[in-house]
């Protein structure tokens, strides 16, 4: 080694070790910091200063009221460094981290999303049991999570996969959907919001006459409330859970048969372009029909109105939201609620803060953090911060109709089988006359016998 | 050391970061590929089952496979075709022909290549829309409505408007490559084919397409590795796979299997069937294109 490396060499490892000892004392004085945050904080249950991962889709409500919850609850639990990470398509974000072993503390993702991350956890039997988190007290309040949520709401088969009495899902902002159509063009046509499938289909006749069009839908996708509330109406809440699981004979069944049989009758009063625009790019131009009147009803949720906020719109236009009609005169109508999910990996580093941090979705502090951004927390109270046309449609409960919950049983993942594109994707073929409703049950009623046995 | 070794130490050292590279970013995810077509697993948990061939048995029954295999190959049959013809032709007159505007039609052409997949999606679904889109449009201004077609609706003919957009932004990128190929020809052999009274299409036969052949077989597997990869980003962004799953194209259905059925040893299965059958493709092609080659 020539004198002039030997110097290099010699300077090099100066240099790293001079970093090195500088990156001790750092470390050093962040301990002494923290364990003096540790001393301070003394009513917080875990008494380690830790860093959550917090991962949260970005979705309509925006990402502030995500921001103000890191600050509120950084200034609740000193213990506790939250870092974020808000993204529109969080699955790309977090789901290379995941397999690479690094796994977020919290995520806010819901199921039934195109990416379907959630549900290969759920699958996978990568979430932790959230059913402690029901007894806990919620973060800096003297009340149980349990007995704060409205009721219901941990019952289903979205918050309790596998079926039994076990939370691995919380739910979060909730919204109820249903059909959604301008009444500023009922009241000046002098129509009436159908109650019954009979009035709407001649509904569909009226509005035939008028050059205008009954029903579409922005993908398919959107049916799942739409077929979630009619069989729910068609059979209840048990025959709703058998199909949901996949039950011999449920799919086949006289109440299924109604569904489908209906929802095929829909088809002849379907808008014509809306499968030609039920796609990723193009959905919003079938939401568009309705606000240039082309079309009477489209389900949807209650972001519809901030989604097409800035969408041109025919003159008198009034977003207003129907629950799905009754099969028949006076039965019950339901109006199906859409809501989050917040959960934990099985994977997270620090799931005992993850869990605290989860209870503290349902403070008051918390909750009006939400309400600001119109994200409604299934809390008691929680609509009584509702303004304007929110009020409105959180109001549709209390005209008599029924809420409806829930969605399709964990299974063990089935190669080439999903029982959403046989249910929903399909309907865009019996729109446009290319597969007939017998065609379409017996998918469905296939590749649920596919998937029955790979019930977890 | 003597010289020699010294030399294959120099070249071993040059080569070894893009060998070493090569390694980790090509052969082995081709070789985790095959390895995970073996194993039932969803992409997360430790527990991944070995399976033997059972996710290529299942493959061989899955109809949904086949509907996507076969959109597959009719884009890369007929975008091949038909871009070749075209791009061939263009190259031709803007080289061969005194043409105003030369330039001009060059940079119209290639336009396209430099914009994304997505701004591609975006366009053509402005075109294809059933009420407000250019197409329909322009045909009603011709008083052709009997033509109207919902381009994106109709399940027979969604597949076709794939294909228009593909051809549409392939053409450019082989328009140059094969003018850059008609351009190096020398003038005289075209002028001593005109002496002895050759035409335009005789010219092209005899001297530019043999000229030309060693070119366009290399852009063979160049069109069979575009189609495949942008359909799959095309269907992705503008259609989502249908109507009910008639747009699906395979690399599109391995991506639905893997992530969103949750099934990411099934997912590998259809991968390597696309390895194999690109690869095998290309091989083919290869072969009953070769010629001698030309050199002039």
Redesign the interface.
């Known amino acids: 080694m020539t004198k002039e490396k030997l110097m290099k060499f010699g300077l090099a490892s100066f240099m790293t070790l001079s970093l090195a000892a500088c990156g001790t004392t750092d470390d050093a004085e962040d301990t002494d910091t923290s364990s003096e945050e540790t001393t301070e904080e003394t009513d917080t249950s875990s008494d380690e200063a830790v860093t959550l991962n917090v991962a949260a889709l970005t979705s309509g409500y925006g990402e502030e009221m995500w921001n103000e919850i890191e600050t509120a609850y950084e200034s609740a639990n000193e213990n506790v460094d939250i870092e974020l990470t808000l993204a529109a398509n969080l699955e790309e974000v977090i789901r290379p981290n995941?397999?690479a072993g690094d796994y977020p503390d919290v995520v806010l993702l819901s199921v039934s999303r195109?990416?379907?991350?959630t549900?290969?956890?759920i699958?996978?039997?990568?979430l932790e049991n959230l059913t402690d988190v029901l007894d806990m007290n919620v973060y800096g309040e003297d009340v149980k999570v349990s007995e704060k949520l409205l009721p219901g709401f941990t019952d289903t088969m979205v918050t309790n996969p596998y079926g039994n009495d076990e939370t691995y899902l919380m739910p979060m902002f909730y919204s109820p959907t249903g059909l959604f159509y301008n009444s500023g063009l009922f009241e000046e046509k002098g129509w009436e919001a159908p109650t019954t499938w009979d009035e709407m289909m001649a509904l569909g006749e009226t509005a035939m006459e008028d050059d205008k069009y009954l029903f579409t839908y922005p993908?398919?996708g959107y049916l799942d409330t739409l077929v979630g509330s009619m069989l729910y109406a068609s059979g209840g809440s048990d025959f709703f859970e058998s199909a949901m699981s996949y039950e011999e004979g449920a799919w086949a069944s006289d109440e299924a048969t109604k569904v489908f049989e209906t929802i095929g009758d829909l088809s002849q009063y379907a808008h014509?372009?809306?499968?030609?625009?039920?796609?990723?790019?193009?959905f919003t131009?079938n939401q568009q029909l309705l606000l240039d009147n082309e079309t009477l009803f489209m389900p949807n949720g209650t972001w519809i109105v901030g989604e097409m906020e800035e969408a041109p719109r025919a003159d008198g236009f009034e977003w207003d939201m129907m629950a799905v009609p009754a099969f028949e005169d006076d039965a019950d109508r339901y109006a199906f609620t859409f809501f989050e999910q917040i959960w934990v990996p099985s994977e997270a580093q620090n799931i005992d803060a993850a869990k605290e941090f989860v209870t503290y979705m349902y403070a008051d502090e918390a909750v009006d953090i939400f309400a600001e951004s119109n994200a409604i927390q299934p809390v008691e109270g929680s609509t009584d911060l509702l303004t304007g046309q929110n009020e409105k449609f959180y109001a549709i409960y209390d005209e008599g109709v029924l809420p409806a919950m829930g969605g399709f049983a964990a299974t063990d993942?089935?190669?080439?089988?999903?029982i959403s594109?046989e249910l929903y994707?399909?309907?865009?073929?019996v729109m446009?006359g290319?597969?007939s409703v017998e065609e379409w049950q017996n998918s469905v009623i296939e590749a649920s016998d596919q998937l029955r046995p790979a019930l977890q | 050391m003597n010289r020699k070794k010294r030399e294959r130490l120099f070249i071993m050292a040059c080569l070894s970061p893009a060998v070493i590279l090569f390694l980790i970013f090509m052969v082995w995810p081709t070789f985790e590929v095959f390895r995970m077509s073996l194993y039932?697993w969803?992409?997360?948990?430790n527990?991944q089952t070995f399976v033997g061939l059972e996710?290529f048995k299942?493959?061989w029954n899955?109809s949904?496979?086949y509907r996507s295999f076969q959109n597959t190959i009719l884009l890369i049959v007929v975008v091949t075709v038909v871009t070749l013809a075209v791009a061939i032709f263009f190259a031709n007159i803007l080289i061969r022909e005194k043409l105003k505007g030369k330039n001009f039609f060059r940079v119209i052409f290639y336009i396209p290549n430099i914009l994304s997949i997505v701004v591609i999606?975006?366009i053509f679904?402005a075109i294809?829309?059933?009420?407000q889109g250019l197409l329909n449009n322009t045909l009603s201004l011709i008083n052709l409505e009997n033509l109207h077609q919902?381009?994106?609706?109709?399940?027979k003919i969604v597949i076709y408007s794939l294909i228009a957009a593909l051809i549409w932004q392939a053409i450019g990128y082989y328009m140059v490559m094969y003018m850059s190929s008609i351009a190096s020809i020398p003038e005289s052999f075209y002028e001593a084919a005109a002496l002895v009274g050759a035409n335009k299409w005789v010219q092209f036969k005899d001297i530019t397409l043999p000229l030309l052949w060693n070119n366009l077989r290399t852009t063979l597997t160049f069109f069979i590795i575009s189609t495949i990869n942008l359909s799959f980003l095309l269907v992705?962004?503008?259609?989502?796979g249908?109507?009910?799953?008639s747009s699906q194209v395979f690399l599109f259905y391995m991506y639905n299997?893997a992530?969103?059925?949750?099934?990411y040893?099934?997912g590998m299965a259809i991968g390597v069937v696309v390895f194999l059958f690109s690869f095998i493709l290309s091989a083919v092609l290869m072969k009953v294109t070769k010629r001698d080659v030309l050199e002039f």
């Open positions: 995941m397999q195109e990416e379907a991350l549900e290969t956890l699958k996978e039997d990568g993908t398919s014509p372009d809306t499968t030609a625009n039920a796609n990723p790019n193009d131009q993942p089935v190669p080439g089988v999903s594109d994707g399909k309907v865009d073929s446009s290319d597969v | 039932r969803g992409g997360f948990s527990t996710n299942i493959l899955d949904n496979f999606a975006g679904s294809y829309r059933p009420s919902l381009w994106l609706g109709d399940q992705q962004t503008m259609t989502g249908g109507p009910d799953g299997q992530y969103t059925n949750s099934t040893g099934y």
